[in-house]
T-cell receptor, first 112, second 114 residues
Framework: KQEVTQIPAALSVPEGENLVLNCSFT??????LQWFRQDPGKGLTSLLL?????REQTSGRLNASLDKSSGRSTLYIAASQPGDSATYLC???????????FGTGTQLKVEL | GAGVSQSPSNKVTEKGKDVELRCDPI?????LYWYRQSLGQGLEFLIY????????KSGLPSDRFSAERTGGSVSTLTIQRTQQEDSAVYLC????????????FGPGTRLTVT
């Protein structure tokens, strides 16, 4: 059974700082890995999707990497802003490609 | 274009009553997913529909839960004889066919069973 873990559970940083969120998964037989953000009381917004054959994906200030052999993915956020404050979730697509297994999330707060 | 929509946004029901939650996927998306987000369990998969294939129901927690997808578009998740532990946010997502595509989520339905 796939298990996804995210560290840290919560993070508070000053504006402008670069930061890294970590995601680890137990079963390396994934189809892809997706990073989401969730604002309080809202649904999930897709940030980046990395295919199993890829090593990284970039979108603006966000960069996600994937190392299947070690069961790890990282989300790098450059020059953080208060608007980046949210919960960040990673999810691995497994189970025949039918289901996402989610991590428990990292709650990020970027302070002025 | 329009994203995934869900209704109602909030539902309060009494224990033992049945509820129906609705999901309208993004037009053209053949895959539809239901997930549940609760404080104790995090975000967990419930059921998956792909075209006309038999749905993957492996995540449904009990036989009180069922879902259908009519005409390959709108989906309804039904919970019979609701229990307090069913209280959660129910999220629907849709995607294009295959594992290469992102899942796009709706805003969710917050269900409270009193």
């Amino acid at each position: 059974k796939q298990e996804v873990t995210q560290i840290p559970a919560a993070l508070s940083v000053p504006e402008g700082e670069n930061l890294v969120l970590n995601c680890s998964f137990t079963d390396s037989a994934i189809y892809n890995l997706q990073w989401f953000r969730q604002d309080p009381g809202k649904g999930l917004t897709s940030l980046l999707l990395i295919q199993s054959s890829q090593r990284e994906q970039t979108s603006g200030r966000l960069n996600a990497s994937l190392d299947k052999s070690s069961g790890r993915s990282t989300l790098y956020i450059a020059a953080s802003q208060p608007g980046d404050s949210a919960t960040y979730l990673c999810a691995a697509l497994t189970g025949g490609g039918n289901k996402l297994t989610f991590g428990t999330g990292t709650q990020l707060k970027v302070e002025l | 274009g329009a994203g995934v929509s869900q209704s109602p946004s909030n539902k309060v029901t009494e224990k033992g009553k049945d509820v129906e939650l609705r999901c309208d996927p993004i037009s053209g998306h053949t895959a539809l997913y239901w997930y549940r987000q609760s404080l104790g369990q995090g975000l967990e998969f419930l059921i998956y529909f792909q075209g006309n294939s038999a749905p993957d129901k492996s995540g449904l927690p009990s036989d009180r839960f069922s879902a259908e997808r009519t005409g390959g578009s709108v989906s309804t998740l039904t919970i019979q004889r609701t229990q307090q532990e069913d209280s959660a946010v129910y999220l629907c997502a849709s995607s294009l066919t295959g594992q290469n595509y992102e899942q796009y989520f709706g805003p969710g339905t917050r269900l409270t069973v009193t």
